[in-house]
């Protein structure tokens, strides 16, 4: 007998799996479309238009299955861009404990990486950090239902942008074997990595997990926060979405005015 609760939670995966499936339908058909155009000088422009509306399609596929499940969730959104760059030159010890400081709206919040377990995210994280990619930025999405995470770093504020090369995945047999549904529990004060749903597609963007989230094993986790700072999330998470939805930008606006990785 499957109670309501793991109902709900399967609902949330089924509707997480058919975002990042349409996601990646959308880009395919964006590479496709630039590759056709980029022949044709005269209609350089339509490329734009195309992508809007590949991206558009998928919003209002998304909205069409909120409005069909009675626990509309989605993990952290992935990062559509892909690149080619290579990511940072490794300059970390990897042995040390590094920590990742937020100045933000809604108060400071701060965790600590292992390098030892994750040296490209970390390494990637303090090169970033160092050059302010992350100060001006904001949190855009707040999940309430089915998973429970405030999602950051994306330089564009819609869920798109990213430092323009990707890293691999780390750490991700961390949180132990999936169950039979598939998932792992990523515990409340977690911090992982969002990618596209493909392997080593991670940019910039993260997740900060403020109630456990029960999600694939297929999300970097790198950082743990500090009680202070879990708390901060947890506030954020409690005000709910704006308009009220239960995936969204966050009510209590996050913004983002500086951020340092320092060696512990």
Do not use: W
Request: proline share 5%; net charge positive; glycine share 10%.
């Amino acid at each position: 007998m499957v109670s309501s609760d793991q109902r709900r939670r399967q609902l949330a995966r089924e509707k997480f799996e058919r975002q990042q499936q349409r996601r990646e339908e959308a880009r395919r058909r964006t590479r496709r479309l630039t590759v056709v155009i980029a022949s044709a000088v005269a209609v350089v422009a339509v490329i734009g238009v195309g992508s809007y509306l590949a991206l558009g399609d998928d919003d209002k596929k998304d909205k069409a299955d909120a409005a069909a499940s009675s626990s509309p969730s989605a993990s952290a959104s992935p990062e559509a861009k892909e690149s080619s760059a290579p990511e940072p030159a490794m300059k970390i010890d990897k042995k040390a404990e590094y920590t990742f400081s937020l100045k933000t709206s809604q108060g400071d919040i701060g965790f600590a990486m292992k390098a030892a377990k994750t040296p490209h995210t970390t390494n990637s994280f303090k090169s970033l950090a160092d050059k302010g990619f992350f100060d001006g930025t904001k949190c855009h999405r707040l999940t309430t239902q089915g998973i429970f995470v405030l999602q950051c770093g994306d330089p564009k504020g819609d869920g798109t942008g990213g430092p323009g090369y990707t890293i691999p995945d780390e750490n991700l047999t961390a949180l132990g074997k999936a169950g039979a549904d598939g998932t792992v529990t990523y515990p409340a004060g977690t911090v992982a990595m969002a990618n596209t749903g493909q392997p080593h597609s991670g940019g910039s963007q993260f997740f900060l997990v403020y109630k456990d989230s029960k999600l694939p094993p297929t999300y970097t986790p790198f950082g743990t926060m500090d009680e202070a700072s879990l708390k901060a999330v947890k506030d954020i998470g409690a005000a709910g979405v704006a308009g009220g939805a239960a995936d969204g930008a966050p009510k209590k606006a996050v913004e983002i005015s500086k951020a340092a990785v320092a060696k512990s």
